[in-house]
């Protein structure tokens, strides 16, 4: 009698044990896609990523909102039980969509008040900084 119990309670144990793990390859999947998009990646190089990640089985759906990318992906439960009881998991992660940086030659020069000090206009420089003669090396620089 009471191995019929125990049988049930081990089969309860492995597909809880099975959900979690295909719920943490949900979550490194949607990760991965969701870094890969906001790089600039294409939707073949999600298709790899999660196939890659959470099987053969699993979806992924991609949307944006503004600068915002959104995956999310599912999948079934895999083994004995998931069979017999449609569980279906997902996970979704969040992106920004990475601008182009603007390189040293377009980007404007930083006011005084970003803690940067402009050695052309009248900032005063700390005095060890202005015993080591630096103002004086940038001035002849910048000139």
């Known amino acids: 009698m009471t191995l019929p119990a125990v049988l ?12 979690g793990i295909t719920q943490l390859r949900l ?8 870094r890969a998009l906001a790089r600039g990646d294409g ?7 999660v196939r890659r990640l959470a099987g053969d089985a699993a979806v992924a759906v991609v949307s944006e909102d503004g600068e915002w990318i959104k995956v999310t992906v599912s999948a079934p439960v895999a083994g004995p039980l998931g069979s017999l009881i449609p569980w279906t998991l997902s996970a979704a992660a969040s992106a920004k969509g990475e601008t182009p ?7 404007p ?15 005063p420089v700390a005095a060890p900084v202005a015993r080591l003669g630096l103002q004086r090396l940038v001035e002849g620089v910048a000139a």
Do not use: H, M, Q, Y
Request: hydrophobic share 55%.
């Open 43 to 49: 939707n073949s190089a999600v298709d790899g990523i």
């Open 8 to 19: 049930l309670l081990l089969a309860l144990l492995l597909a809880g044990t099975a959900a």
């Open 101 to 107: 940086r603007t390189s040293a030659a377009t980007s």
């Open 109 to 123: 020069f930083p006011d005084v008040g970003d803690r940067v000090v402009d050695f052309k206009g009248a900032a």
């Open 27 to 34: 979550e490194e999947a949607a990760r991965a896609c969701a």
